[in-house]
């Protein structure tokens, strides 16, 4: 009896430490971070930031209690077109010289519907740290056959104003959009 008693609380104990490292990185190759804005209030255009880093630190299977945590370099923006990249680099835009990186932290996750979320956080993008609140939405989580590990899906969704972080300033909405529509989609394992 006093071994079994023995081997729970060690079971037990081992749990708990397990859980309480629970850290989650970005899968690079099937992550991706992107933006659309509308064009003369016609077309959208979408971009993507290609070096970014994700890590969500949780203690719940079902990340009730994750905490987001993003780093993009600024220079890493591609929308496809050359000369629109080094222009959206330029102090125009992003003045990735001055601010070579945008930064997200969450401050709270709530649950809503099945696996649905609202992520708040802090933006820092181009000097100026906003609140924002996200749409996250859970996929699931499931064995990588490939790597054997855990790896858990997510999808970000929601709207910031550029105008909100002085991004873009001498082009009016009716040249490119205030709002930004972000969208990210990434797999995460633990390391």
């Known amino acids: 009896m006093k071994k079994l ?19 989650w990185k970005n899968d690079p190759p099937h992550t ?55 222009h959206l680099r330029s102090a125009d835009f992003f003045d990735v010289e001055q601010y070579p990186a945008l930064n997200f932290k969450s401050t709270s996750i709530k649950k809503g519907a099945k696996n649905t979320y609202k992520l708040a956080g802090e933006l820092t993008l181009h000097g100026v740290t906003k609140p924002v609140i996200m749409d996250l939405e859970y996929r699931g989580t499931t064995a990588n056959p490939m790597s054997k590990k855990p790896t858990a899906g997510f999808r970000l969704t929601g709207t910031i104003k550029r105008s909100d972080f002085g991004i873009g300033t001498k082009f009016p909405a009716t040249l ?14 633990q390391p």
């Not at 008693?5 to 850290?23: D, K, P, Y």
């Open 5 to 23: 008693m023995l081997i729970a609380a060690a079971f037990i104990t081992l749990s708990a430490f397990t859980a309480i490292n629970s850290l």
């Open 32 to 86: 991706q971070l992107g933006f659309t804005v509308t064009h003369l209030g016609i077309n959208d255009v979408t971009g993507y930031f290609r070096d970014f880093e994700v890590s969500i630190e949780s203690t719940k299977p079902d990340f009730t209690d994750a905490v987001f945590t993003l780093t993009a370099k600024t220079a890493s923006i591609d929308t496809r077109v050359e000369q629109r990249d080094n």
């Open 176 to 189: 490119v959009s205030d709002d930004v529509r972000i969208k990210a989609d990434g797999e995460f394992t």
